[in-house]
């Protein structure tokens, strides 16, 4: 998928949520090709929308997690 230059979005992330993308990154590195966070980002967008489309995890389950996010603020 090519990347968008011209729009980014900036989203405020815990500590925890930062520390998960820098383990994942480095989990996907090697010496031939390091993996940004962004990169990182991008894969689960991808991951998380096609799951969702072919029925494999439930749109529920993540408006859930996303309630209690906001609760936790």
Do not use: W
């Not at 500590?15 to 980002?41: C, G, H, I, M, N």
């Not at 998380?48 to 993540?62: H, M, P, S, T």
């Amino acid at each position: 998928m090519p990347k968008k230059e011209k729009k980014r979005l900036q989203v405020v992330i815990s500590d925890e949520q930062d520390a998960l993308l820098t383990k994942a990154a480095y989990k996907l590195s090697s010496p031939e090709r390091l993996v940004s966070k962004s990169e990182v980002v991008r894969l689960a967008i991808e991951k998380i929308a096609r799951e969702l489309e072919e029925g494999k995890l439930e749109l529920e389950e993540f408006l859930k997690k996303l309630e209690e996010e906001e609760s936790s603020d």
